[in-house]
Nanobody, 123 residues
Framework: VQLQASGGGLVEPGGSLTLSCEISGFTLDYYNIGWFRQAPGKEREGVACINKSGANTGYVDSVKGRFTISRDNAKESGFLQMNSLKPEDTAVYYC?????????????????WGQGTQVTVSS
């Protein structure tokens, strides 16, 4: 089981980035996907989640209306579209998968994690 997150980088405030999470070693259809982030000196927090079918999504309040989570089961991939980025969005972003809830922002729910990708929002 491997998850590979990519797409991070340096962007100016107000800019956009799309993170990708490529999954291998199992069939993504049976798993919910979550995106998490950890800023320096802070605990890791759940940012967005999407259930197996893609019909149910959830977001932490601070990103609602700016971030969009999606998935492409045929490509075994998940995505996080991030618009109107703010300096406080700066963090290492992680993708993770689990199969027992419908859509969870709790990291304890997730069994498999990818390595992080750095997102820096700065002028």
């Amino acid at each position: 089981v491997q998850l590979q997150a990519s797409g991070g980088g340096l962007v100016e405030p107000g800019g956009s980035l799309t993170l990708s999470c490529e999954i291998s070693g199992f069939t993504l259809d049976y798993y919910n996907i979550g995106w998490f982030r950890q800023a320096p000196g802070k605990e890791r927090e759940g940012v967005a989640c999407i259930n197996k079918s893609g019909a149910n999504t959830g977001y932490v309040d601070s990103v609602k209306g700016r971030f969009t989570i999606s998935r492409d089961n045929a490509k075994e991939s998940g995505f996080l579209q991030m618009n109107s980025l703010k300096p406080e969005d700066t963090a290492v972003y992680y993708c993770a998968v689990e199969k027992f809830t419908d859509c969870s922002l709790r990291q304890e729910s997730y069994a498999y994690w990818g390595q992080g990708t750095q997102v820096t929002v700065s002028s």
